[in-house]
């Protein structure tokens, strides 16, 4: 990927509620595109990944993702969405067959869940 | 088994000055990545280590250094401290044999400030 986008800085959602990350690329060849979660103070921990195949991927907590290729838009969702949700969501990309799996990521997204 | 672990967690140095910060990658893993977070900002690529030798390098000046030792370990030296050089410090790991498709494991980082 040459970049990353995430539209959105922060996203306020109520809890269950719905929501969606946005996440858009910019890439001449193929991607692997990838969702971190950063909990304060703490490191990135991968959600999901797409590589190949099934464009919707599933991933941990309940989150879920669909690639787009016509759209080059890799869109982070949770039908309903808990207090614990609260965190820096990463979208990220590496170019496929590239020599290292070095990551581009976007600038994130601050959901933040209120009561 | 031992996640990537990163010393120290927090330090503060004066411009200038010299700093050295350790990571022990994830066990089984062979290649290790060094990320420069800065506050409100995704992860920025600054190097890969595999078999001792830095295999990729980001746009990051000379002044960012590093090392891998034969058990894998890492450290990453900054010289001539900036202002800018204050961020979070993240060292991910993988196996090599995982090719790109490999999932980088992130320590929690070592957030250093420089005055």
Same mark, same amino acid.
């Given at each position: 990927a040459q970049s990353v986008t995430q539209l959105d800085s922060q996203v306020p959602v109520f809890e269950?509620?719905?929501?969606?990350?946005?996440c858009n690329y910019s890439s001449s060849v193929s991607v692997y595109l990838f969702w971190y979660v950063q909990y304060p103070n703490q490191g990135l921990q991968l959600l999901l990944k797409y590589l190949s195949g099934s464009t919707l991927v599933k991933g941990i907590n309940g989150f879920e993702a669909e690639f787009?290729?016509?759209?080059?838009?890799?869109h982070l969702r949770k039908p309903s969405v808990h207090i614990s949700d609260t965190a820096e969501y990463f979208c990220a990309g590496r170019n496929y067959g590239g020599a290292t799996?070095?990551?581009?990521?976007?600038?994130?997204t601050l959901l933040a869940v209120q009561p | 088994d031992a996640?990537?672990?990163?010393?120290?967690?927090?330090l503060i140095k004066t411009r200038g000055q010299q700093v050295t910060l350790r990571c022990s990658p994830k066990s089984g893993h062979d290649t290790v990545s060094w990320y420069?977070? $800065? %506050?409100?900002q995704g992860p920025q690529f600054i190097f890969q280590y595999y078999e001792?030798?830095?295999r990729q390098r980001g746009n990051f000046p000379d002044r960012f250094s590093g090392h891998q030792f034969?058990?894998?370990?890492?450290?990453?030296?900054?010289? $001539? %401290?900036?202002?800018g050089d204050s961020a979070l410090y993240l060292c991910a790991s993988t196996p090599a044999a995982a090719g790109g498709t490999g999932e980088l494991f992130?320590?929690?980082g070592s957030r250093l400030t420089v005055l």
């Open positions: 269950e509620a719905p929501v969606e990350l946005r787009n290729k016509s759209q080059t838009s890799f799996n070095k990551l581009i990521f976007g600038t994130g | 996640g990537v672990t990163q010393s120290p967690t927090h420069q977070q $800065a %506050l409100g001792e030798e830095e034969p058990n894998y370990s890492s450290e990453l030296n900054v010289n $001539a %401290l900036l202002l992130f320590g929690e």
